[in-house]
Every structure is written in C-alpha cells, then in structure tokens.
Nanobody, 115 residues
Framework: QVQLVESGGGLVQPGGSLRLSCAVS????????MAWYRQAPGKERELVAA???????YYAESVKGRFTISRDNAKNTLYLQMNSLKPEDTAVYYC?????????WGQGTQVSVSS
C-alpha cells in the first residue's frame, strides 16, 4: 500500500514563503508524474503544479512565477517551494499522481496566509 505523507505547511504572512514536502512510500514514485493539489474551504480540489518523471513541469496560472515544483527520485520525495504567498493560497495541500488511477489521498498539509 503506497502512502503519501505531506508536511511543511503553516501560518505565514502575505509575501512569505513555505516549502512543502511529500514523502511517497513504495517504488512507484520515480516512474510516475506527480502533482500538488489544493482544496480551499468550500471549493473543489484543484491542480496546482505537476512534474513528470522526466522533469516536464506544469503550473496553474494562479501560481506561475511564485511556486516551484521539484522531485528527488532517490528520496521518493516531491517538493513545492511557495514564494510570494497570497491569502488566496490558503488551502489544504495534497500530493498525488498526476494521472488516474490516483493513490489514496494523504492527510494533506494546511497552508494559511494571513496578516
């Protein structure tokens, strides 16, 4: 059973930075495109950024230029560096495969941006 464990969230002021990590158990990490998703209160989960096994990257328009996704295949870990955070970035952030079938969702990590 592959597990996803997200960490690194917290409360930060507008303009601040956070670095999220996602540890993936099992050997599937290196061969799959992975992604970060987020879900704000009352909204549907949305795709934030994705990275293929070969390093091809996608960003949602709302985070382009501010967020950077990366992966370390040797450590089975996915990262999301978030800079210039805005209140509208407040959400629970999750990682998962980019494509179906998705893995069981982890608990996510809360990111709150507020002054």
């Amino acid at each position: 059973q592959v597990q996803l464990v997200e960490s690194g969230g917290g409360l930060v002021q507008p303009g601040g930075s956070l670095r999220l990590s996602c540890a993936v158990s099992g050997s599937i990490f290196s061969i799959n495109a992975m992604a970060w998703y987020r879900q704000a209160p009352g909204k549907e989960r949305e795709l934030v950024a994705a990275i293929s096994s070969g390093g091809i990257i996608y960003y949602a328009e709302s985070v382009k230029g501010r967020f950077t996704i990366s992966r370390d295949n040797a450590k089975n870990t996915l990262y999301l560096q978030m800079n210039s955070l805005k209140p509208e970035d407040t959400a629970v952030y999750y990682c998962n495969k980019r494509t179906a079938p998705k893995l069981d969702w982890g608990q996510g990590t809360q990111v709150s941006v507020s002054s």
